[in-house]
């Protein structure tokens, strides 16, 4: 199974900033949508951001106005620049990728990246 590749993750304080990047391998073409899920110690993984391939983006609530998804086509790359962070945003961060369709809360196909781990703590 081809895999997506993230970076970026780390500690950081409450009202810090982080930058997520992930890489799409070239044997991935065509891709349409790609975004950023997460999932706490004992909950379910749930959707952050997703961006089409034409720029459209879809935010959950609960990261409007702090986070921002942003992608570069030629390069097959995703990011999530994400700012004034809080301890609830403590999470393994997931890179998503798909072909064919747009990402949408509740739906889990695609191409997956290993994760990366979000820190928030004083």
């Known amino acids: 199974q081809v895999q997506l590749v993230e970076s970026g993750g780390g500690l950081v304080q409450p009202g810090g900033s982080l930058r997520l990047s992930c890489i799409a391998p070239?044997?991935?073409?065509?891709?349409?949508?790609m975004g950023w899920y997460r999932q706490a110690p004992g909950k379910q993984r749930e959707l952050v951001a997703a961006i089409t391939r034409g720029g459209t983006t879809n935010y959950a609530d609960f990261v409007k106005g702090r986070f921002t998804i942003s992608r570069d086509n030629a390069k097959n790359t995703v990011y999530l620049q994400m700012n004034n962070l809080k301890p609830e945003d403590t999470a393994v961060y997931y890179c998503?990728?798909?072909?064919?369709?747009?990402?949408?809360?509740?739906?889990?196909?695609?191409?997956w990246g290993q994760g990366t781990q979000v820190t928030v703590s004083s």
């Open positions: 070239g044997s991935i073409v065509s891709i349409n949508a």
């Open positions: 998503n990728a798909r072909r064919l369709g747009t990402i949408v809360p509740g739906t889990f196909g695609g191409y």
